[in-house]
Nanobody
Framework: QVQLIESGGGSVQAGSSLRLSCAAS????????????LGWFRQAPGKEREFVTS???????AYEYAVKGRFTISRDNPKNTIYLQMIGLKPEDTAVYYC????????????????????WGQGTQVTVSS
C-alpha cells in the first residue's frame, strides 16, 4: 500500500508564507521513493481540482502559471517527503491542497495530469485572508 499524509496548512493573511509537507509511507513507495514522480494539486470550493506543481524522479519541475515565482516544490528522498514552499500568498490561493504520487511513463507529457497519479493524500486546508 501507499499512504501520503499532508501537513502544514493553516489560515494566514495575504502576503504571508506557508510550507506544506507530504510524507510517504507503505511498502510499495517506501522502498523506492526516489523513483516516483510527485505533485501538488488544489481544489477551491465550487471549482475543479487543478494542477499546482510537480517534480519528477530526476528533479525536473513544472508549475501552474498562477503560482510560478511564488511557489517552490522540492523533495527529500531520504525522508520520503516532498514540500511546497509558498510565499506571497493571495486570497485566490485558498483551497485544499493534495499531494499525489505516481510512476509516470513520460513526465513531460503527464506532469499536470491528475489521472496519471494513482496515489493521493487526504489534503490540507490553506486559507488566505485579505
Amino acid at each position: 500500500q501507499v499512504q501520503l499524509i499532508e501537513s502544514g496548512g493553516g489560515s494566514v493573511q495575504a502576503g504571508s508564507s506557508l510550507r506544506l509537507s507530504c510524507a510517504a509511507s507503505g511498502r510499495t513507495i517506501a522502498s523506492s521513493f526516489s523513483t516516483y514522480d510527485l505533485g501538488w494539486f488544489r481544489q477551491a470550493p465550487g471549482k475543479e481540482r487543478e494542477f499546482v506543481t510537480s517534480i519528477s524522479r530526476a528533479g525536473d519541475t513544472a508549475y501552474e502559471y498562477a503560482v510560478k515565482g511564488r511557489f517552490t516544490i522540492s523533495r527529500d528522498n531520504p525522508k520520503n517527503t516532498i514540500y511546497l514552499q509558498m510565499i506571497g500568498l493571495k486570497p485566490e490561493d485558498t483551497a485544499v491542497y493534495y499531494c499525489a504520487a505516481g510512476l509516470l511513463r513520460n513526465y513531460y507529457n503527464d506532469y499536470g495530469n491528475s489521472a496519471k497519479f494513482p496515489y493521493w493524500g487526504q489534503g490540507t486546508q490553506v486559507t488566505v485572508s485579505s
